[in-house]
Protein backbone atom coordinates (compact mmCIF):
# COMPACT_ATOMS: atom_id res chain seq x y z
CA UNK A 1 0.00 0.00 0.00
CA UNK A 2 1.52 3.14 -0.94
CA UNK A 3 1.13 6.33 1.50
CA UNK A 4 0.46 9.95 -0.02
CA UNK A 5 3.06 12.15 1.06
CA UNK A 6 1.66 13.44 4.37
CA UNK A 7 1.03 9.89 5.52
CA UNK A 8 4.13 9.23 4.77
CA UNK A 9 5.56 12.43 6.84
CA UNK A 10 3.67 11.07 9.91
CA UNK A 11 5.17 8.12 9.72
CA UNK A 12 8.70 9.49 9.57
CA UNK A 13 7.98 11.57 11.99
CA UNK A 14 6.36 8.83 14.89
CA UNK A 15 9.80 6.38 13.65
CA UNK A 16 12.08 9.09 14.65
CA UNK A 17 10.27 10.29 17.72
CA UNK A 18 10.20 6.94 18.68
CA UNK A 19 14.14 6.04 17.98
CA UNK A 20 14.63 9.40 20.27
CA UNK A 21 12.12 8.92 22.83
CA UNK A 22 11.71 5.21 23.12
CA UNK A 23 8.01 5.99 23.26
CA UNK A 24 5.33 7.44 20.92
CA UNK A 25 4.43 11.11 20.37
CA UNK A 26 1.02 12.25 21.28
CA UNK A 27 -1.38 13.21 18.91
CA UNK A 28 -0.63 17.09 19.62
CA UNK A 29 3.01 16.39 19.29
CA UNK A 30 2.15 14.83 15.79
CA UNK A 31 -0.51 17.74 14.83
CA UNK A 32 2.43 20.50 15.53
CA UNK A 33 4.89 18.77 13.69
CA UNK A 34 2.82 18.84 10.68
CA UNK A 35 1.97 22.28 10.98
CA UNK A 36 -1.99 21.26 11.57
CA UNK A 37 -5.01 21.99 13.76
CA UNK A 38 -6.75 19.56 13.25
CA UNK A 39 -6.66 15.63 15.50
CA UNK A 40 -9.33 14.28 13.30
CA UNK A 41 -6.96 14.56 10.22
CA UNK A 42 -4.21 13.33 12.55
CA UNK A 43 -6.41 9.87 13.32
CA UNK A 44 -7.22 9.83 9.31
CA UNK A 45 -3.20 9.33 8.99
CA UNK A 46 -2.52 7.23 11.80
CA UNK A 47 -5.81 4.94 10.73
CA UNK A 48 -3.92 5.30 7.19
CA UNK A 49 -0.95 3.62 8.65
CA UNK A 50 -2.39 1.05 10.57
CA UNK A 51 -4.41 -0.32 7.12
CA UNK A 52 -0.32 -0.45 5.86
CA UNK A 53 0.13 -2.39 8.31
CA UNK A 54 3.11 -0.05 10.05
CA UNK A 55 1.62 0.29 13.05
CA UNK A 56 -0.73 -0.33 16.31
CA UNK A 57 -2.93 2.15 17.49
CA UNK A 58 -4.74 0.96 21.24
CA UNK A 59 -7.67 3.80 21.48
CA UNK A 60 -8.12 5.61 24.47
CA UNK A 61 -5.06 5.10 25.81
CA UNK A 62 -2.03 8.04 25.93
CA UNK A 63 1.23 7.87 23.23
CA UNK A 64 -0.72 4.31 22.24
CA UNK A 65 1.03 3.99 18.75
CA UNK A 66 3.17 1.13 18.35
CA UNK A 67 6.00 0.57 15.34
CA UNK A 68 5.04 -3.04 13.91
CA UNK A 69 7.87 -5.07 13.44
CA UNK A 70 6.99 -4.82 9.87
CA UNK A 71 8.08 -1.30 9.63
CA UNK A 72 11.39 -1.80 11.14
CA UNK A 73 13.66 -2.53 8.15
CA UNK A 74 16.42 -5.49 8.88
CA UNK A 75 19.89 -6.08 8.39
CA UNK A 76 21.45 -9.76 8.46
CA UNK A 77 24.83 -10.93 7.61
CA UNK A 78 25.29 -14.71 7.81
CA UNK A 79 27.05 -15.99 10.76
CA UNK A 80 29.23 -18.23 8.98
CA UNK A 81 31.43 -20.40 12.05
CA UNK A 82 33.91 -18.71 15.14
CA UNK A 83 37.25 -17.71 14.59
CA UNK A 84 39.89 -18.01 17.14
CA UNK A 85 42.16 -14.87 18.73
CA UNK A 86 44.39 -17.09 20.08
CA UNK A 87 45.00 -20.67 19.10
CA UNK A 88 43.49 -21.54 16.50
CA UNK A 89 40.44 -23.50 16.05
CA UNK A 90 38.44 -25.67 13.67
CA UNK A 91 36.59 -23.79 11.47
CA UNK A 92 32.87 -25.39 11.47
CA UNK A 93 30.13 -23.21 8.96
CA UNK A 94 26.70 -22.39 10.58
CA UNK A 95 23.92 -21.62 9.06
CA UNK A 96 22.89 -18.81 11.31
CA UNK A 97 22.45 -14.85 10.75
CA UNK A 98 22.93 -11.83 12.97
CA UNK A 99 20.38 -9.13 12.94
CA UNK A 100 22.54 -6.21 12.95
CA UNK A 101 19.13 -4.48 13.33
CA UNK A 102 18.41 -5.93 16.86
CA UNK A 103 21.85 -5.80 17.62
CA UNK A 104 22.17 -2.08 17.50
CA UNK A 105 19.01 -0.63 17.13
CA UNK A 106 16.87 0.00 19.95
CA UNK A 107 14.67 2.98 20.93
CA UNK A 108 16.51 5.86 22.86
CA UNK A 109 19.68 5.11 20.59
CA UNK A 110 22.48 7.08 18.59
CA UNK A 111 25.48 6.63 17.19
CA UNK A 112 28.61 8.92 17.39
CA UNK A 113 31.91 9.57 15.59
CA UNK A 114 34.96 9.22 17.78
CA UNK A 115 37.51 11.91 17.18
CA UNK A 116 40.56 11.62 19.17
CA UNK A 117 42.86 9.03 21.01
CA UNK A 118 41.61 9.18 24.90
CA UNK A 119 39.85 6.08 24.96
CA UNK A 120 42.24 4.12 22.46
CA UNK A 121 43.44 1.81 25.99
CA UNK A 122 39.70 0.33 25.76
CA UNK A 123 40.00 0.17 21.85
CA UNK A 124 38.06 3.03 20.63
CA UNK A 125 39.97 4.64 18.26
CA UNK A 126 39.60 8.00 16.18
CA UNK A 127 37.09 7.91 13.47
CA UNK A 128 35.08 4.41 15.04
CA UNK A 129 31.87 4.63 15.90
CA UNK A 130 29.95 4.13 18.98
CA UNK A 131 26.68 3.23 19.59
CA UNK A 132 24.74 5.50 22.22
CA UNK A 133 21.60 4.65 25.16
CA UNK A 134 20.34 8.07 26.02
CA UNK A 135 20.48 8.22 29.80
CA UNK A 136 20.68 10.85 32.30
CA UNK A 137 22.57 8.88 34.77
CA UNK A 138 25.06 6.13 34.73
CA UNK A 139 27.16 3.54 36.92
CA UNK A 140 30.59 4.71 37.95
CA UNK A 141 33.26 2.62 35.57
CA UNK A 142 30.31 2.88 32.35
CA UNK A 143 31.85 5.01 29.62
CA UNK A 144 29.46 7.91 29.13
CA UNK A 145 29.20 11.02 26.63
CA UNK A 146 29.08 13.68 29.08
CA UNK A 147 28.59 17.36 28.75
CA UNK A 148 30.76 19.43 30.50
CA UNK A 149 29.45 23.16 31.18
CA UNK A 150 26.40 22.91 28.24
CA UNK A 151 28.96 23.50 25.89
CA UNK A 152 31.95 20.45 25.30
CA UNK A 153 30.49 16.85 24.68
CA UNK A 154 33.10 14.05 26.01
CA UNK A 155 33.93 10.29 25.58
CA UNK A 156 35.16 9.18 29.22
CA UNK A 157 35.02 6.60 31.84
CA UNK A 158 32.43 8.27 34.91
CA UNK A 159 33.94 8.27 38.90
CA UNK A 160 31.77 9.31 41.36
CA UNK A 161 33.69 11.14 44.17
CA UNK A 162 33.02 11.13 47.72
CA UNK A 163 32.71 14.95 47.93
CA UNK A 164 30.39 14.65 45.30
CA UNK A 165 32.05 16.04 42.02
CA UNK A 166 32.85 13.21 39.43
CA UNK A 167 35.73 12.42 37.33
CA UNK A 168 36.32 11.87 33.91
CA UNK A 169 38.89 9.33 33.26
CA UNK A 170 40.24 9.10 30.10
CA UNK A 171 41.27 4.93 28.71
CA UNK A 172 44.85 6.41 27.80
CA UNK A 173 47.54 5.81 30.11
CA UNK A 174 49.33 9.35 28.52
CA UNK A 175 46.13 11.66 29.43
CA UNK A 176 45.23 12.69 32.69
CA UNK A 177 41.55 12.38 34.47
CA UNK A 178 39.13 15.46 34.66
CA UNK A 179 37.61 16.36 37.51
CA UNK A 180 34.22 18.30 37.72
CA UNK A 181 32.00 19.09 40.17
CA UNK A 182 28.98 17.67 39.27
CA UNK A 183 26.97 20.91 38.84
CA UNK A 184 28.95 20.88 35.60
CA UNK A 185 28.67 17.55 34.03
CA UNK A 186 25.30 16.57 31.85
CA UNK A 187 25.58 12.72 31.12
CA UNK A 188 23.44 12.21 27.87
CA UNK A 189 24.09 8.79 27.86
CA UNK A 190 26.15 5.45 27.93
CA UNK A 191 27.84 3.86 25.41
CA UNK A 192 26.35 0.29 24.91
CA UNK A 193 28.47 -0.64 21.16
CA UNK A 194 31.30 0.31 18.31
CA UNK A 195 31.51 -0.78 14.94
CA UNK A 196 34.58 0.37 12.67
CA UNK A 197 34.94 -0.57 8.71
CA UNK A 198 38.12 -1.60 7.58
CA UNK A 199 37.45 -0.82 3.73
Known amino acids: MSLTDRQQQTYDYLRGYVARHGVA ?3 REIADHLGIQSRGT ?3 YL ?3 ADAGLIEVEPDRARGIRLTDSSVKRFTLPLVGR ?3 GQP ?3 IP ?3 EIDLSEFFIRP ?3 VLKVTGDSMIDDGILDGDMVVVEQASTARDGEIVVALIDNEEATLKHLRRNVDGSITLVPANKNL ?3 RYSASRVQIQGIVVGQFRAYR
Do not use: G, Y
Request: hydrophobic share 50%; charged share 25%.
Open 25 to 27: PKL
Open 42 to 44: VHR
Open 47 to 49: AAL
Open 83 to 85: IAA
Open 89 to 91: IEA
Open 94 to 96: DQD
Open 108 to 110: NRF
Open 176 to 178: SPM
